[in-house]
T-cell receptor, first 109, second 118 residues
Framework: DQQVKQNSPSLSVQEGRISILNCDYT??????FLWYKKYPAEGPTFLIS?????DKNEDGRFTVFLNKSAKHLSLHIVPSQPGDSAVYFC????????FGAGTRLTVKP | DTGVSQDPRHKITKRGQNVTFRCDPI?????LYWYRQTLGQGPEFLTY????????KSRLLSDRFSAERPKGSFSTLEIQRTEQGDSAMYLC????????????????FGSGTRLTVV
């Protein structure tokens, strides 16, 4: 059962522009949502999280938005940089952590 | 502390053989998780430990899979009678507590063990 879904397998943006990565979930019991970034040959690394009681969390160029009524969250990266090119996983926690399939972001110089 | 270490990085085995992977978590982390990742998918939860107690196992973890964390430090994941469908990246992660919350940093993942069953 896929409780966390990332429907866009890939996204390409120009350097300096905004990257928006989307994620949907089905389980209303999730209480934390996280974004991880993964480079080839490495494990995922934690990027940013948000509690289910909040609707926005910002950390530098990265902002996560949560819409509980729509069971949707998004990660905004602005401005995007070539070093941001990686696979981004959305994850949701309500005990153990469930991951989406990932979105490959490519930031073109 | 250099983070979460996994050994080996790569393993090629013949179908039907047994394999064992090791994970050394961050020393002060009391929780340890095993995930499996196949191509084009996100990590799938297999099992987790709090200290030496195995608290949850996914239905993905068939009887051929067994995980241990005997002293609450390192963990091993054994797959018996491997099948080609077991080919995947096996990821270990650790956290202090649940890894969530305003001061938490999620899970810290190792680089994984890539298993190829031929």
């Amino acid at each position: 059962d896929q409780q966390v879904k990332q429907n866009s397998p890939s996204l390409s943006v120009q350097e300096g522009r905004i990257s928006i990565l989307n994620c949907d979930y089905t389980n209303s019991m999730f209480d934390y949502f996280l974004w991880y970034k993964k480079y080839p040959a490495e494990g995922p690394t934690f990027l940013i999280s948000i509690s289910s009681i909040k609707d926005k969390n910002e950390d530098g160029r990265f902002t996560v938005f949560l819409n509980k009524s729509a069971k949707h969250l998004s990660l905004h990266i602005v401005p995007s940089q070539p070093g941001d090119s990686a696979v981004y996983f959305c994850a949701a926690s309500g005990g153990d952590m469930r991951f989406g399939a990932g979105t490959r972001l490519t930031v073109k110089p | 502390d250099t983070g979460v270490s996994q050994d080996p990085r790569h393993k090629i085995t013949k179908r039907g053989q047994n394999v064992t992977f090791r994970c050394d978590p961050i020393s002060e982390h009391n929780r340890l998780y095993w995930y499996r990742q196949t191509l084009g998918q996100g990590p799938e939860f297999l099992t987790y430990f709090q200290n030496e107690a195995q608290l949850e196992k996914s239905r993905l973890l068939s009887d051929r899979f067994s995980a241990e964390r005997p002293k609450g430090s390192f963990s091993t994941l054994e797959i018996q009678r491997t099948e080609q469908g077991d080919s995947a990246m096996y990821l270990c992660a650790s956290s202090l507590g649940p890894g969530t919350g305003p001061l938490a940093g999620g899970y810290t993942f190792g680089s994984g063990t890539r298993l190829t069953v031929v």
